[in-house]
């Protein structure tokens, strides 16, 4: 029997612990930092994609399947010194993701106000050790915000403001956060900024359409100035979608503004250069792309959000490739039986189902390699040592641990009358997870 240690219980994590234990010979460890498992599924995915985050059901199949263990609240390089892996298992595969932020590099960065995805979605998904909520007013105003990137964060983080608590409350978004939403992170105006033209963004057709369904109730969907910049080519518009996403814009543009009660804001083919505002953020400025010592407008703003990507982060023991924000490797090889799968392996792009084949293609080398080894050792002391260590050092939690905690937000869910409701704290959630029953 070989023996593979996973980190990370995301959906890449959980793509590789499946593929793995197809082989009978192959069993399988999971380690998250976080007392729950699913990590981008269920702290990154918007709260009202519920079908998306359905997919957390095969995961599950996957985590409670014989030869796959999951140990939650165990942090590499902390509680799991590095190295240690190593000795214990087989081969050792880290499914980290892509937490940090990237940032725009420009004057006013660090002004009260300033904030990133990687602050923003993890907040109102409730994350228990990460995000930073929303200050921007005063209970009983309304706000202003601009999203930088063009990318399908930026719409999903537009989409959860400006459906504030009205448009949330039948899903799994923490009431603290729903009361956030309605005093000092209450929004009716969002400026989503793009730096190409409309013809060549990211953000893709049915995330742009849901914009549409929530213009017939009270959301005026414009362009800045009506302005798409320059005409696409016949190239451009190549792919159906392409043109479909065009003739979108273009209906947007034509739009008179209704006087409904919330705005969405596209600007197209323009950069921002600086964020200007005492202590606190009150403007951003914006320059034409290419012309980046013109300024062309300025917004009031009370918040800048930036989404352009999320930035990979350093693995206690391995290279690092700071400029991709990934850990260097081959087909997912990434040294002596190290592996790396999913975002940490090719970069912060492509849907929760494009981490299954990457997953996979991991396994397949990691699995050919063991077997081409010459030699099995029996690891099976330094990983009962490894796993004796791990309940002196931190309170582990189980697959029960986490059925324990999915039965406590489903009963919190009852009171609020929806399916689920997140539990946020990170203590209660361990003490939920290692509660022994009567
Ligand atoms: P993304 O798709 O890579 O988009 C990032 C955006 O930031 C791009 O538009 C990029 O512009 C822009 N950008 C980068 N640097 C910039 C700068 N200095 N100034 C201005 N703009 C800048 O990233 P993401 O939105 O974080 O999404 C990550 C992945 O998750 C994507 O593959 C996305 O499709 C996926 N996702 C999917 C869903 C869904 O299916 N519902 C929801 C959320 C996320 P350029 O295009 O000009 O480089």
Redesign the pocket.
Known sequence: MSHIAIVGAGPSGAFAAAAAVKNPDVSVDVFDRLPTPFGLIRY???PD?VK?KSVTRVLSKTFGAERVRFFGNVEYGRDIPVGALHEAYDAVLFATGSTGS?A??IAGEDLIGNYS?ADIVPWYNGHPLRGSEMRISEPGEKSTVAI?????????IARILLKGRAGLSDTDVPESVLAALDSHASVDEVHI????GAA???F?L??LQEFDRMSEEDLDVTIYDADLRSEPTAADLADPTAQQRWDLFSRWATRKPTGADRRLIFHFGV??SRIDGVNRVSELTLTQSGHELAPTRTIRVDAVIT????AGEPIPGLEFDHERSVIPNELGRAGNRTYVAGWIKRG?????G?NKACAGETMRVLLEDLSAADQDVDRSDARKRLLADLRTKCSPVDWEGWQRIDDAEVVLGTEFGCNRKKITDHRRLVEIATAVSA
Do not use: C, F, M, W
């Open positions: 990154g995915v918007a994609h998306i990237r725009l590099g995805a930088v990137g063009a990318g399908n964060v930026s719409l999903d900024i793009v730096r190409r060549d963004v990211r893709t049915p995330e950069t921002p989404s352009i990507g999320y912060p792009t492509g849907v929760v494009a």
